[in-house]
């Protein structure tokens, strides 16, 4: 499957290229509708039910006459409904009303009547306002039928640009999208209302997408996979790189887990340096780790005058005082890459400009959860893609926005969703254990934006894989058998 999404202009301006390219606009209607009832058929295998087609003013609606001329064809039992006058359907949704032979009703809550399946057509790409009065009572009722639902491209009230619900939306069973997903259907609250998204080919050559600015993909491994590190026969440890952590004195467990996912992921070396107090803690947690006491934030600055230790992980169970702060600071300007998680948003919260002055930058990845977010960047405008292009743009670092659908964003506004977290993976460590993995990453010099992406789509693979009841522990131990399923 392409990894594009394509914004809603994006999407109308495939449409035009296609046009341009000789494909008429009834046609894609057509193929759209025809995929529309397809949707529906599948949802009853034993046979024709009585389905209810609600219709909007515009093209969405097309889709929806045309989808239910082919049932009809099919021997479906149709009703449809439009909001507003058939007289005003303009282009193709006129065309497609025209070619429609059954009756159109007045849209309204009664039609959901003795509907076994509803499609919901009402608003689709060309939503433009929160969606209110009777269109809203439509939304609400179709809601409360508890049927199944088919959606014309996404749920009516839904934004397709960001997933956001606009007044309100009914949840789907499928969703059918056209020619490539837009952000609606990988973004929460959309992705959770879509249900099954399928993407239909209604005959787009697949090469507009080539002529378009396209930035945001869905996060997989054909988006970095060929960035990957890979091992040589000739290679030695050091070739791999050599991470460096700092390690807590009180919650040793979040180093201990991102040190051992660092190493999993391939990293040749990985320090912890800690309190002296916690040295014993670490050297007994795993023999392949190498642990140096340190005394104050000058015993970290000598372990980074070595070159070889070229990636840095600041921040899990690291504690907010004083020693994490000067430490972050020092790494800043050693001009490392590296990775800025947990107790970092607690010691720098508000105080972005101090890490931006330090010297963070592109190689450097901050991966905080939506309250962690907050923290650093305060309550900023917009719906949650459009706060983390903004804080990647104003902090100049890679962004990983944690959450079921996260996000990892390029300082340029390019975006990879992440689809693929299983609801498991929210359980105590499993962070670090992705702070780790990150930085394994990084430590072998794949670029930062790969590197988190990578990093985070392993980490919902190594979740998916485990399964319910997983424990952060299971992550790591995962990690080497989704890289052989990758590599090979
Ligand atoms: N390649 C493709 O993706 C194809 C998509 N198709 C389908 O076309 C729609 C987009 O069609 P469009 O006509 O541009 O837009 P909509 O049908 O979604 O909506 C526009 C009409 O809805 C009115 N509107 C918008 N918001 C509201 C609201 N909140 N409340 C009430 N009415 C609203 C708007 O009215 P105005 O007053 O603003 O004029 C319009 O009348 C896409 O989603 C696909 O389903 C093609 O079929 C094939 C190719
Ligand atoms: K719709």
Not at 262 to 287: D, F, I, K, N
Not at 425 to 447: E, F, P, R
């Amino acid at each position: 499957m392409a990894a594009e999404i394509l914004t809603v202009a994006q999407m109308y301006a495939a449409d035009r290229a296609a046009m341009a390219a000789g494909i008429s606009g009834p046609t894609l209607m057509e193929a759209a509708g025809r995929a529309v009832a397809r949707a529906v058929r599948s949802l009853s295998p034993d046979g024709p039910v009585p389905v209810t087609i609600l219709c909007g003013p515009g093209n969405n609606g097309g889709d929806g006459f045309v989808a239910a001329r082919h049932l009809r064809a099919a021997g479906w039992p149709v009703r449809v409904g439009l909001l507003g006058e058939k007289s005003a359907l303009a282009g193709d949704a006129g065309w497609a009303a025209a070619a429609w032979a059954g009756p159109v009703l007045p849209a309204t809550v009664r039609l959901l009547d003795g509907a076994g399946i509803i499609v919901d057509a009402l608003f689709g790409a060309g939503l433009n306002r929160p969606v209110g009065g009777v269109a809203l009572d439509l939304i609400m009722a179709m809601a409360g039928t508890g049927k199944p639902i088919v959606a014309v491209d996404v749920p009516s009230g839904i934004n397709g640009d960001d997933g956001t619900v606009r007044g309100g939306a009914a949840p789907a069973t499928i969703t059918v999208g056209f020619f490539r997903p837009k952000p609606a259907h990988y973004l929460y609250p959309g992705r959770g209302l879509c249900g099954r998204v399928e993407i239909a080919d209604i005959g787009i050559p697949d090469a507009v997408v080539n002529d378009m600015d396209v930035d945001i993909l869905i996060n997989g491994p054909s988006v970095w996979g060929r960035a990957l590190p890979r091992r040589a026969a000739t290679d030695h440890k050091y070739h791999r790189g050599h991470a460096l952590v700092l390690g807590g004195t009180i919650m040793t467990g979040a180093a201990r887990l991102a040190a051992r996912a660092a190493l999993r992921m391939g990293a040749g070396l990985v320090t912890v340096a800690c309190a002296p107090s916690a040295h014993m803690t670490y050297s007994l947690s795993m023999p392949s780790l190498i642990v140096q006491p340190i005394d104050d934030a000058g015993g970290f600055d000598a372990l980074l005058s070595d070159t070889r230790r070229n990636a840095v992980l600041l921040g899990p169970g690291a504690g907010s005082g004083p020693l994490l702060r000067k430490v972050t600071l020092s790494a800043l300007a050693a001009n490392r890459a590296g990775v800025l998680d947990a107790d970092i948003f607690t010691c720098f919260a508000g105080d972005l400009a101090s890490l931006r002055r330090a010297g963070l930058n592109g190689d450097w990845i901050m991966t905080p959860h939506e309250g962690e977010f907050r923290r650093l960047f305060g309550d900023l405008p917009g719906s949650r893609a459009e706060r983390a292009r903004r804080a990647a743009s104003d902090s100049g670092a890679i962004l990983v926005m944690k959450g079921p659908d996260t996000l990892i964003v390029h300082p340029d506004g390019r975006m990879r969703i992440n689809h693929n977290a299983p609801p498991c993976l929210a359980t105590a460590g499993s962070g670090d254990v992705l702070a780790g993995m990150i930085l394994g990453l990084l430590a072998q010099g794949m670029g930062a934006f790969d590197a988190a992406a990578a990093g985070v789509w392993w980490h919902g693979e190594a979740g998916r894989r485990c399964g319910a009841g997983l424990i952060a522990e299971d992550l790591t131990e995962i990690i080497p058998a989704i890289r052989r399923d990758i590599l090979f």
